[in-house]
């Protein structure tokens, strides 16, 4: 006898009824034989924001998943690649750019990004600031 009575989901009516999969590119994801990682799953859903114009949608999942894992370099560089990406950033991206840099144990391809986005937005002292407290890779 179960304590708390429980019922199985009807997976089929869900899945008829689902409104994801009405969007090719979602329902291709789904019904893969291909068994995807967590991160590719997150990384899938981030770039569909992205090509449908959905910043505002993609930025709450990175900040979710910055939130969620403060200490991991991906999720900061996740953010500073978005933010780097949009007119008017609600954050610096430098800021987190830096903390990927850092967390990463000084990771040279997040280095590169990080000088990318600097000098492509004239902010060289900030660069030089940051090679004299921290050093290159």
């Known amino acids: ?15 008829k009824n689902n ?14 034989d291909h068994v995807y990682s967590e991160v590719e799953q997150f ?7 992205i090509i449908n114009n959905q910043p505002g949608q993609a930025y709450a999942y990175l900040y979710s998943s910055f939130f969620q894992s403060p200490g991991s370099y991906k999720s900061s560089y996740d953010m500073a690649r978005f933010l780097s990406m949009l007119q008017n950033s609600p954050e610096d991206p430098l800021d987190y750019f830096l903390r990927a840099y850092l967390l990463s144990n000084k990771d040279a391809k997040i280095y590169d990004s990080m000088q990318t986005y600097i000098l492509e937005n004239n902010r060289q002292e900030d660069f030089n ?9």
């Open 43 to 49: 990384d899938s859903i981030i770039n569909y924001t």
């Open 1 to 15: 006898m179960m304590m708390v009575p429980y019922e199985m989901p009807d997976y089929e009516k869900i899945l």
């Open 129 to 137: 600031e940051i090679n004299l407290r921290y050093g290159k890779p």
């Open 19 to 32: 409104e994801l999969l009405e969007i090719k590119i979602l329902k291709d994801f789904i019904e893969s």
